[in-house]
């Protein structure tokens, strides 16, 4: 049942379209997870056999206009999508990564379709139901389906910080949407920790408060 797979295949002319061609497979990936702020978000997608588009790529390597283009086409042409997230105080509550898990369990509990077999991007996972389930490194950049998922979370993630800045604006979650930036450590400095900030993570690097 657990079937950790470490994949380190580079994306070089197209994304896998599948992994195996019996089972239903969902792509699942986070966004958000090194942030000192906000919510981390995941999505589960299904894609159809025939999905293909020239542009899909780890989310990571699209400008923002592509993504935003990517999310319309991939929201038309999936068999099924979900979003999730798991917020910044229940980060703090479990940890990270176990959050991460989290948000990524929520978005298959939202599928209209059950898959069958999971596709994970990274190399740690916590066995969802009795689904089998791949964890592969760089998968955003290999399988359609994870880079479907990648481009889903990010977009959603960028929305929501975005909505988030207009209350805050001094942090500058606009542009960095909650890393950690040298602008947003500053304004951590300056302002003190906002509401949305994870208080698990070190915000203020000791480097940084030496240097100022």
Not at 104 to 121: C, F, K, N, R, S
Not at 168 to 181: A, C, I, Q
């Amino acid at each position: 049942m657990y079937d950790f797979l470490f994949l380190t295949l580079q994306h070089e002319y197209m994304l896998q379209a599948f992994y195996q061609d019996i089972h239903i497979e969902a792509g699942c990936d986070e966004a958000g997870r090194g942030c000192l702020a906000g919510p981390v978000f995941a999505a589960a997608v299904i894609l159809p056999r025939d999905f293909f588009h020239p542009v899909l790529n780890d989310s990571k390597q699209l400008t923002a206009e592509q993504r935003s283009e990517m999310r319309i086409y991939i929201e038309e042409k999936a068999i099924a999508y979900n979003v999730a997230s798991v917020d910044h105080e229940e980060i703090d509550r479990i940890n990270i990564l176990n959050a991460s898990f989290r948000a990524m369990h929520l978005a298959l509990d939202g599928l209209p379709i059950i898959p069958e077999l999971l596709l994970i991007d990274g190399n740690r996972f916590h066995a969802y139901k009795k689904i089998d389930h791949h964890c592969i490194i760089k998968g955003d950049g290999i399988f359609s389906s994870i880079a479907a998922a990648s481009v889903l979370a990010k977009t959603y993630r960028d929305e929501y910080m975005m909505k988030l800045h207009e209350d805050f604006p001094h942090y500058h979650w606009y542009n960095n949407k909650g890393y950690g930036t040298a602008a947003h450590r500053r304004s951590i400095l300056k302002h003190g920790l906002s509401p949305f900030h994870r208080k698990s993570f070190q915000c203020i690097s000791a480097q940084m408060e030496i240097w100022e």
